[in-house]
């Protein structure tokens, strides 16, 4: 069993930033790969980002490469995903999520965290 918590989330204007960060806890959290995913409203949840654990390989969704970068302090247990060059289209309720194998899949992923909201101002 993964238990996540997100947090980080809250109001910027475009072109800001924010850093999301996503506390893990349980057993053998480092096998997991992680990922982040939104959803705005109205919107299926969509992929974002995700890491392999180990080894740290990425894979990122167009919209947001060059701008959004997803990291990982093993030591913490936490997943970072760093929020650049903000648009008012990434608004939405941002959720972490683990899965055994790097997917960018919604339901390749078992746990989830309960999400934190992410609103940028135009």
């Known amino acids: 069993q993964v238990q996540l918590v997100e947090s980080g989330g809250g109001l910027v204007p475009a072109g800001g930033s924010l850093r999301l960060s996503c506390a893990a806890s349980?057993?053998?959290?480092?096998?997991?790969?992680m990922g982040w995913f939104r959803q705005a409203p109205g919107k299926e949840r969509e992929f974002v980002a995700a890491?392999?654990?180990?080894?740290?390989?990425?894979s990122y969704a167009d919209s947001v490469k060059g701008r959004f970068t997803i990291s990982r302090d093993n030591a913490k247990n936490t997943v970072y995903l760093q929020m650049n060059s903000l648009k008012p289209e990434d608004t939405a309720i941002y959720y972490c999520?683990?899965?055994?194998?790097?997917?960018?899949?919604?339901?390749?992923?078992?746990?989830w965290g309960q999400g934190t909201q992410v609103t940028v101002s135009s």
């Open positions: 890491m392999r654990l180990r080894g740290g390989a990425t």
């Open positions: 349980g057993r053998a959290f480092s096998s997991y790969a």
């Open positions: 999520a683990a899965t055994p194998l790097l997917s960018v899949f919604v339901g390749d992923y078992n746990y």
